[in-house]
Every structure is written in structure tokens, then in C-alpha cells.
């Protein structure tokens, strides 16, 4: 009998696909499975029981994957599982960084005792006017799971999209769409994207690719969307490019002191994967990589 402990609320919808070879625990101290969202498993003793974790998500980095490595214990993520929400919120970040609904709606609560609200917002809505994205340029960095969706809906909107991913070639981005245009250095999407949308993993290579220098190649007005992890943007060097007129918004999925203090950043409390149908998939895609593992050895997604 192996038990499972959940660090963080795990989907009933996995959680039910456990046969009679698995129970639930409270004691994480007896435990052979560990299911994890987002809890900082860094500083955590390792059971000795523990033969395997599993990330309901595709980042892993709040788990010591060397550390287990070598305690033996095979560690698993979901990647693809929650990409459409991802996707959706990318979506609707652009809308927003696109014209000032969040302006409007603060407008009109703002002034809800107002009897004439009607005529008053004829009158102010010309301060809310922004641009549409039909038309415009998205820079996708990254076409895995999330950035192929994501180039994807952008032109279904109607817009032109330029990908760059340095795990891909031009054969694989024609797969995603024949009119993705893809380049090998990032020097040739910067110039031409009215977005900019981040869509790869946070390594030491990878923080604060989004820098000074990245910043300095980008198109004045820039929009710059970040659901992928924080460290990716450098906040100081984006802080001194909205005071410039470069960037005109900054899409974060990621709320922090710097970001909070910038006014034409629009925060969003990391709800990326925040969907009933994202849970579900990641938890259903954890569960199953376990009991594979355990069933047989089979390893799909093992990370470490």
C-alpha cells in the first residue's frame, strides 16, 4: 500500500483515479507519493519512504530535484496540462494592455451614485480609448506547450506573429502555423513586436533576459506579457524603460514589491493556471505518472 501526501489542494478529479494499491495521508513523514502545486519543498526533510513527487504543473522550480536525485526519488511535472488557461490569460492580458478597460470599470464604479452615469460616461470614455491588437505583431519567445498556443490564437485574432525558440527550427514552427514567422536570434523578433509574450523555463540562463539590453532592440510603445516566471523580466531595467516612453504596459502573472510600484504595470495574482479544467488535467496527468512509475517503472515527464 503506498501512501499520498498533498502538499497543496490536489484535484478531486486525480485524486479519485488512485486505486486500492494507494491512500491518502496527513503525515507527510510516512510518505511514499508526494503531490505538490506550488508549496517550497526546498527546506523540507525527505521521508525516507518518499519514492516519488509530482508536480501538478509544469514548473518545478520549488522542488530540490538534485536533492531527491540522489535521495533516489523520481520527480515528475505536467507539462501541456494547464497550457490552454495559460494561453487565455495571455490573450486577455494583451486586451487589457490594449485598451484601459481596468480604467473604465474603475471609472464606473467610481461614479455609480451618479444619476446621469449614462450621459457622464459618454463624456469620459475618451480617456479610456486604446488600440485594437488585430493587425499589430506578437513576439513569441518560447514554442512549447503554452507559446504554440498562444501564437496560434493570436492569429486566429489577426495578428502577425514572429516566434523564436532556440530547442526548435523553422520546420517545427511551420508545424504550429505556416504563417508563424520564425527567426533564430532574438535581435530579429525585438524590432518588430508591438508584444512581446514570455514562454520559457526560469534557469540561470534565462533570469532577466527581458534586461536592459533586450529592452533597448524593442519597438517604442512595447507591450510586454510575463506568465512564465518573474525572475525572467529584470524590474529594475523595466522600471527605467516606462519611465523612458519605451514600454507602454507590463502583463505580470507574477505580483511583487518592484512590479507594484509601476504604474502601467497591470498585476494579476497568478491565476495563469487558476482554472477548474487546469487543475483537473494536471492533477489526472500527476496521478497517472505516478502510478505508472510505481506500477512499472515507467518514467513520462521524470524532470530530474
Known amino acids: 500500500m503506498y501512501k499520498v501526501h498533498c502538499l497543496n489542494n490536489i484535484s478531486p478529479k486525480g485524486l479519485e483515479l488512485l486505486d486500492e494499491n494507494y491512500e491518502l495521508t496527513d503525515n507527510v513523514e510516512e510518505a511514499d507519493v508526494i503531490l505538490v502545486r506550488s508549496a517550497n519543498m526546498h527546506e523540507m526533510d525527505i521521508p ?9 504543473g509544469a514548473g518545478v522550480n520549488n522542488i530540490p530535484l538534485e536533492k531527491l536525485a540522489e535521495a533516489g526519488v523520481a520527480v515528475f511535472n505536467t507539462p501541456g496540462a494547464n497550457a490552454n488557461a495559460v494561453k487565455e490569460l495571455v490573450i486577455a492580458g494583451m486586451l487589457l ?5 481596468i480604467g473604465g470599470v474603475e ?16 463624456k469620459a470614455k475618451k480617456q479610456f480609448a486604446g488600440t485594437e491588437i488585430t493587425g499589430k505583431t506578437l513576439g513569441v519567445i518560447g514554442l512549447g506547450a503554452i507559446g504554440k498556443l498562444v501564437a496560434q490564437a493570436a492569429e486566429a485574432l489577426g495578428m502577425k506573429v514572429v516566434g523564436y525558440d532556440p530547442y526548435s527550427s523553422a520546420e517545427k514552427a511551420a508545424a504550429i502555423s505556416p504563417n508563424l514567422i520564425y527567426v533564430e536570434d532574438l535581435a530579429d523578433l525585438y524590432p518588430v513586436a508591438d508584444f512581446v509574450t514570455i514562454h520559457v523555463p526560469a534557469t540561470p540562463a534565462t533570469k532577466g533576459m527581458i534586461g536592459e539590453e533586450a529592452l533597448a532592440q524593442m519597438k517604442d510603445d512595447v507591450v510586454i506579457l510575463n ?7 529584470d524590474d529594475a531595467a ?6 523612458a516612453g519605451k514600454v507602454r504596459a507590463y502583463v505580470t502573472d ?33 496521478v497517472q505518472e505516478v502510478m505508472a512509475y510505481l506500477a512499472d517503472g515507467t518514467k513520462t515527464h521524470c524532470v530530474n
Request: hydrophobic share 50%; with cysteine.
Open 48 to 56: 525516507a519512504s518518499l519514492k516519488a513527487v509530482a508536480r501538478a
Open 97 to 101: 494592455a490594449s485598451r484601459d478597460i
Open 107 to 122: 471609472w464606473c464604479r467610481v461614479n455609480a451614485d451618479d444619476e446621469n452615469i449614462g450621459k457622464s460616461a459618454e
Open 227 to 233: 506568465f512564465a516566471r518573474d525572475t525572467l523580466v
Open 238 to 243: 523595466l522600471a527605467a524603460a516606462m519611465e
Open 254 to 286: 507574477f505580483a511583487n514589491p518592484a512590479v507594484m510600484q509601476l504604474d502601467r504595470a497591470i498585476v494579476i495574482p497568478h491565476l495563469g493556471a487558476s482554472t477548474e479544467e487546469a487543475e483537473d488535467n494536471c492533477a489526472i496527468m500527476a
